[in-house]
């Protein structure tokens, strides 16, 4: 397998191969400071190169600030398969994707993102010696960790916003009701929250109006129904300069949901929610669930109730960095982003 390191100015290691004709990959490795960089594998068809190599350094850099400010002894990193995995995906190539992650020896860790299911990881697992998240593991799918961490971190906000943890009565838009999204709305449901959702898959929005009772809204809609708290679950890059505007009109108060890299400009976008007094829940605190459910594995013997307990301080940290922003009258994101250098200054 030929590798290509590519020189990434603030990464320690950003390296490219072909797994098959026509079919890219990228692994970053952001910061092994705190320990090896675990993270998940995205397939996605993006349309250029450049589009699939950015979006791994995004994510990598994320992945750094998520295990850091969730106090584990990890890194950051990302890798990226370039095609659609309805597609493309099969064994041969999750086996090849698996030796290219071995070519770093124990530098990345892989897991489950986008476009890989559990059953793909154990296939991954054959060939690689640094994988996470496969059914011999025992953690299983993230997704349950990362919504029950939304849900405390919401929480947290509320706490912050409204005097009281109950989500009661508010009223909530949760875009994407996948592996999240849907257990993000039972728990809020659970707690008397009135849910709008909204899914490009209508098939699984109408699930949800029928087993959840939640409201659809379409994207027309989106921003028309008078909200309070906008839980993005689906994919980042979706507030800036353009979408701001309108969550301020329709009454949202607060951002907490799942999706990795909210902020399209993280210090553009976090000053100008700051000034329009919209919270931000900034998205690798909330979202640390899975990846503390993960690093859970790592010991050797996984233990839910621990995953959980770990999961839970999301609501601290948030409520530490949502007084700290108020105090310094600074963003949310950059409030975070400090802490979590300073983490890893600290090691
Ligand atoms: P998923 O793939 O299970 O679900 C995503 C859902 O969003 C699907 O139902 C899809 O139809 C819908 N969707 C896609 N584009 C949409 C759009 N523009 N508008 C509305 N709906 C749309 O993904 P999952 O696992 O629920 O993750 C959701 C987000 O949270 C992703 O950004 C992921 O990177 C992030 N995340 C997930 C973690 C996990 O443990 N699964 C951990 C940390 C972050």
Not at 255 to 266: D, M
Request: with cysteine; charged share 25%.
């Amino acid at each position: 397998m030929k590798i290509e390191t590519l020189d990434t100015k603030d990464y320690e290691k950003v390296v490219k191969t072909t797994l098959k004709e026509g079919v890219c990959s990228f692994i970053a490795v952001h910061n092994t400071k705190r320990g090896p960089a675990l993270g998940g594998i995205r397939f996605y068809p993006y349309a250029t190169e450049k589009e699939a190599l950015d979006d791994a350094l995004n994510l990598a850099r994320a992945m750094t600030y998520k295990a850091s400010l969730a106090q584990l002894p990890l890194g950051g990193g990302k890798a990226v398969i370039m095609g659609d995995p309805k597609k493309i995906k099969s064994p041969e190539l999750l086996k090849t994707y698996g030796e290219f992650v071995n070519a770093l020896e124990g530098k990345y860790i892989t897991a489950k993102d986008v476009g890989v299911t559990l059953k793909d990881m154990n296939t991954i697992s054959q060939t690689c010696k640094y994988v996470a998240g496969t059914t011999k593991g025992g953690s299983g799918d993230p997704s349950l960790m990362t919504a029950f961490g939304v849900y405390h971190g919401l929480r947290a906000a509320s706490q912050f916003l409204w005097n009281t943890p109950s989500l009661k009565n508010r009223k909530v838009l949760i875009q994407g009701l996948g592996g999240v999204g849907w257990a993000l709305a039972k728990h809020l449901l659970d707690d008397g929250a009135e849910i709008w959702a909204t899914d490009t898959d209508s098939i699984i929005l109408k699930h949800a109006v029928l087993e959840l009772g939640i409201k659809p809204a379409s994207p027309d809609e989106l921003f028309h129904t008078p909200l309070e708290i906008y839980s993005p679950c689906a994919m980042g890059q979706i507030i800036d300069a353009r979408s701001i505007p309108h969550l301020r009109s329709s009454g949202i108060r607060l951002i907490a949901g799942a999706a990795n890299n909210q902020l399209t400009h993280e210090q553009a976008d976090g000053w100008r929610l700051h000034r329009e007094r919209i919270l931000y829940a900034p998205d690798y605190v909330i979202n640390a669930g899975g990846l503390i459910n993960i690093a859970c594995e790592l010991d050797g013997f996984y233990d839910s109730a621990r995953a959980k307990r770990l999961t839970e301080k999301i609501y601290s940290v948030l409520l530490e960095i949502f007084l700290k922003s108020k105090k310094e009258d600074r963003p949310t994101a950059l409030i975070a982003q400090e802490m979590a250098l300073q983490n890893i200054r600290k090691v």
